[in-house]
C-alpha cells in the first residue's frame, strides 16, 4: 500500500504549515460530523489503518480519533476537492464526534438574531474524558 499512499498524497495541497483542512462525513446520511486538520502522517496512518486520524494544533501531535473517548471513525471513502487543499473522509462515525457528547460538532444554527442550539449532548463529556472535556 505505501506506493499507491504516497501517490495519494502527492496529490494534496497541504498549506505553508504542512496542513490541509479535513471534513468528516456521515458515509451512509451526509451528515457533516466535524472539521479537522491532517498533515502528511495523519493521511499516511488513516489510509493505511482505514480509521480517522487527524492532526491535533494545539498539541502538534498525531490523534486517532477516539483514542481517548472511543468514539472512532472507521474510513470508508477518502476524497479530495477540485483543487486538491481539501480532503472529505466519508467515515461511519461510532458514536458521537463532538468532545461536547453531541453526534455533531455543528450544533448550533443562527436563528432569528441569536445562535440556538439545535442538538444536546448524547453522552455527559465526562464519561467520553473522565474530567478532561
Request: charged share 30%; net charge negative.
Amino acid at each position: 500500500m505505501g506506493e499507491a499512499t504516497d501517490r495519494a498524497i502527492d496529490a494534496i495541497k497541504f498549506d505553508a504549515d504542512g496542513l490541509v483542512p479535513a471534513i468528516a462525513q456521515q458515509h451512509d446520511t451526509g451528515e457533516i460530523l466535524m472539521v479537522a486538520w491532517m498533515n502528511r502522517e495523519a493521511v499516511r496512518v488513516t489510509l493505511e489503518e482505514g480509521r480517522a486520524c487527524y492532526w491535533s494544533r494545539s498539541r502538534k501531535a498525531l490523534w486517532r480519533k477516539g483514542e481517548t473517548s472511543n468514539q472512532i471513525q472507521i474510513l470508508k471513502e477518502f476524497r479530495i476537492d477540485c483543487d486538491g487543499d481539501t480532503v472529505l473522509l466519508l467515515v461511519e462515525q461510532d458514536g458521537v464526534a463532538c468532545h461536547t457528547g453531541r453526534r455533531s460538532c455543528f450544533f448550533r444554527a443562527w436563528r432569528d438574531g441569536a445562535w440556538v442550539e439545535i442538538a444536546q449532548p448524547l453522552v455527559a463529556p465526562e464519561e467520553l474524558y473522565g474530567n478532561k472535556p
